[in-house]
């Protein structure tokens, strides 16, 4: 299938997965080695990669090695607490510049708070981070994000935590169409058929940790999440077929047919 190219890297995956929620790094790691995921994002502000010594580090479940880091903001409600992160966050990844950045409006909704996400994306691309931005599904605020110079931008399907599904195809649409860098849906996917539904409209990617983590057995979700996302993918590619309102068409030719 074809790559996903982010800042010029090329992916083979086109499922980006969380490290949070899960009962442990052991099944962070099987959850992440389940779901093909090479990209993954990591809370600096509630994840261990390397600020405690002595406590467990996500860097040896998940070694650097082999996964491609994106450090977010999460639990960041202000631009200045999101670039204080991401500047610790490459001092922690040694120079590691490819990050998510998230400003969130409120604890309750956890709704992008887009002007102070405007203000800490221009200060992060001018301080030479490559940044993938959470954002709203204005189409509008998409573009300026872009022009700022955001590697991709990550519109929410729904809220964050909900698995809501995609509940905006018209306004991911709009932003499919305007945008030239990629569009990865970042919330509110719950399961599987949310995860295809966003691909088969012609979104790049899907960002998820919740879907999985939340899951019953998270493992096998991850497993299901990997092939939507591919199946999707394909869908998107092949092209489906026309709807066609009110008008049946048999599935089998009707000339030729034996004994007519």
């Given at each position: 299938m074809d790559q996903l190219i982010i800042a010029g890297k090329p992916y083979s995956s086109r499922l980006l997965v969380g490290t949070g929620k899960y009962r442990d790094f052991d099944e962070t790691r099987r959850a992440v080695e389940a779901s093909g995921a090479e990209i993954v994002t990591v809370a600096i502000r509630r994840t261990n990669i390397g600020q405690d010594a002595g406590q467990p580090s996500l860097l040896d479940a998940l070694p650097p090695s082999k996964y491609t880091y994106l450090p977010n903001t999460a639990g960041c409600y202000t631009a200045d607490e999101a670039i204080r992160t991401l500047r610790l966050a490459r001092e922690l990844?040694?120079?590691h510049s490819l990050v998510k950045l998230e400003v969130l409006g409120d604890p309750q909704s956890l709704y992008?708070?887009?002007v102070e996400t405007l203000k800490a994306a221009e200060v992060l691309v001018k301080d030479g981070f490559q940044v993938m931005v959470y954002t709203s599904d204005d189409p509008i605020v998409a573009r300026q994000l872009e022009d700022i110079g955001c590697v991709a931008v990550m519109p929410l399907a729904?809220?964050?935590g909900s698995g809501m599904g995609i509940l905006n195809p018209w306004n991911l649409q709009i932003i499919i169409?305007?945008?030239?860098?990629?569009v990865v849906v970042d919330a509110g996917v719950g399961t599987a058929s949310d995860a295809a539904i966003a691909m088969e409209l012609g979104c790049d990617a899907v960002l998820m940790n919740t879907a999985?983590?939340?899951?019953?057995n998270p493992v096998l979700m991850a497993e299901a999440m990997k092939q939507a996302v591919e199946a999707g993918?394909?869908?998107y590619l092949a092209g489906r077929m026309p709807k066609k309102i009110y008008t049946a068409s048999p599935s089998s030719p009707t000339s030729g047919l034996i004994g007519s």
């Open positions: 990844l040694d120079g992008p708070n887009v729904s809220l964050i169409d305007r945008v030239k860098v990629p999985i983590a939340g899951a019953q993918r394909k869908a």
